[in-house]
C-alpha cells in the first residue's frame, strides 16, 4: 500500500513558476514509476510527466517539455514537478499517481496507476 500527499499548490501569476511535491509513504517507493496528471475543470484528467524507478527516464507530454520538470528523490520518497513559464491554461488540480509497472508507452494511461493523491490546486491568473 503506498499514500500520496501532494503539496506546493497555490496562485501564481502567468510567467511565474511552482514546484510540486508528492511525498509518499511506504518501503517500496523506489522500485514505483511516479507520475504527475492534471485535471482542469469542466475537462479530462490528462498525464503531464512520468519519472522511472531509478530517475533516469522521464516522459513528458509535448507542450510541456522544457517547461515542466519532473524529478524524485528516492532516499526521502518524494516525487516533484517544478513548473516553470506557467500559462493561464495550467489551471488545474494536479495529481501524484505511482504506478508498479515498469515506465514504458503506456505510462500516459491512467489504468496504469495504482495509487492515486487527492491532488493540489494550480491557479494561473494572467
Known amino acids: 500500500q503506498v499514500q500520496l500527499v501532494e503539496s506546493g499548490g497555490g496562485l501564481v501569476q502567468a510567467g511565474g513558476s511552482l514546484r510540486l511535491s508528492c511525498a509518499a509513504s511506504?518501503?517500496?517507493?523506489?522500485?514505483?514509476?511516479m507520475a504527475w496528471f492534471r485535471q482542469a475543470p469542466g475537462k479530462e484528467r490528462e498525464f503531464v510527466a512520468a519519472?522511472?524507478?531509478?530517475?533516469?527516464?522521464?516522459y513528458y507530454v509535448d507542450s510541456m517539455k522544457g517547461r515542466f520538470t519532473i524529478s524524485r528523490d528516492n532516499a526521502k520518497n518524494t516525487v516533484s514537478l517544478r513548473m516553470n513559464s506557467l500559462k493561464p491554461e495550467d489551471t488545474a488540480n494536479y495529481y501524484c499517481a505511482a504506478s508498479s509497472r515498469p515506465l514504458s508507452g503506456s505510462s500516459w494511461y491512467e489504468s496504469e496507476y495504482d495509487y492515486w493523491g487527492q491532488g493540489t490546486q494550480v491557479t494561473v491568473s494572467s
Open positions: 519519472i522511472n524507478w531509478s530517475g533516469v527516464r522521464t
Open positions: 511506504g518501503r517500496t517507493f523506489s522500485t514505483y514509476t
